[in-house]
């Protein structure tokens, strides 16, 4: 399938407040998005959707959850296209969700999101493939193989009257892509676009422009937000109206169920249950249902595995920082159901060095005539997220 045909490449980069630019000639300009927006966000153990009625609100018609066979989706990588396709179909079915005004996100190592500057370039295919070489560099993949958008987010000329761009670039493999649109074409389903998680994220834990700002303008500090899921972890960094950094991590709450299990010589999946039991809260730390000493076990093991943890974030927020413009770290946002752990943001936050709190993944959604708020939130926030449109 031509993606450039099927999808709008745009739906790669965020819709809320970044400042107007002069449109591609290669697309079309999209200035007002669907009213009705079903997001999907697939993960390696389950589905989740969220849909949202954006019209002069944004309204939580209903949330939805269901389990994904082993082996299906790995790494944020579609393994199997046809197995997925009639997950996807019998999970909308059984939920009665519209196929239509679907968006989907996507979230793998293999996809790399930069701000970059581009310098004395006036004509616009010229700026296309400079900013096509700097993505190459960034992934290190063949043009032809990649998908590539950008958003120009501010220009600037220099006294010297040259003009200098700060471009917002999305990268992803081709192949990682098309077999996700295998598996929603299987299930006929209508995709309205494809979002990264990340921006997703944003979207879901706060408005835009909502950041507190200096005397000069810019927000005293970034928007960090993290998701810790089951096998992942997504970090977004925002200046309030655009992501500026992302990055997904190969940890997520499957490595505390295994740290369990090791610690306690138990099985994988008796130490993936006892992972909901754990308190890391200060003062009642524990597992329930266990004895005192094997509890305390249990949460060392928790502890020194949310190390890998707490390397990954510090190592990607210095990179971070280590880019022009870059803004303060403040506190981190937290959501996922790994989140959902009684006294992990708080860990997290003793560790990092690092306020953490968690985030109301539905903070900027009310809810309809009959939906009720969903227990463990944390594990929708993306799909709510997917669903806003801004």
Known sequence: ????????????????GAP?????????SRDKGPAEVVG????????????????GGKQLVRTARGPLPNGVVDGGEVRDPLALGEALSDFFTANALPRKGVRLGLANSRIGVRVIEVAGIEDERQLENAVGFR??????????????????LSTDVDEDGQTTRKILVVVAYRDSIDRYLAATDAAKIELAGIDLEAFALLRAVAEPGSLPVGDDGRPVAA????????????LAVSDGTVCEFARVLEWGGAQLGSA?????????TEGEELKHSVSLVAGEEGVEGLPAARGAEAVEAVRYEMQALVRDLLSSL???????????IGEILVTGGTASIPGFAEELGRELGIPVRLADPFVRVHFDDGATRPEDGGALAIAVGLGIED
């Open 318 to 328: 210095r990179f971070y920082q280590s880019q022009p413009q870059a803004l303060p």
């Open 40 to 55: 999907l966000k697939i993960g390696a153990t389950g589905i989740r959707v969220a849909h949202v009625v954006n019209n």
């Open 260 to 268: 369990i299990a090791r610690a306690l010589k138990l099985s994988p």
């Open 223 to 234: 928007l960090s937000v993290v998701s810790v899921g089951h096998e992942r972890t997504t």
């Open 1 to 16: 399938m031509d993606l450039k045909k099927e999808i709008k490449l745009s739906d790669l980069v965020p819709k809320r």
């Open 20 to 28: 107007k630019a002069r449109a591609r000639k290669t697309k079309k």
């Open 135 to 152: 993505a190459h560099e960034m992934l290190s993949v063949p043009i032809d193989e990649a998908v590539i958008d950008y958003r120009v």
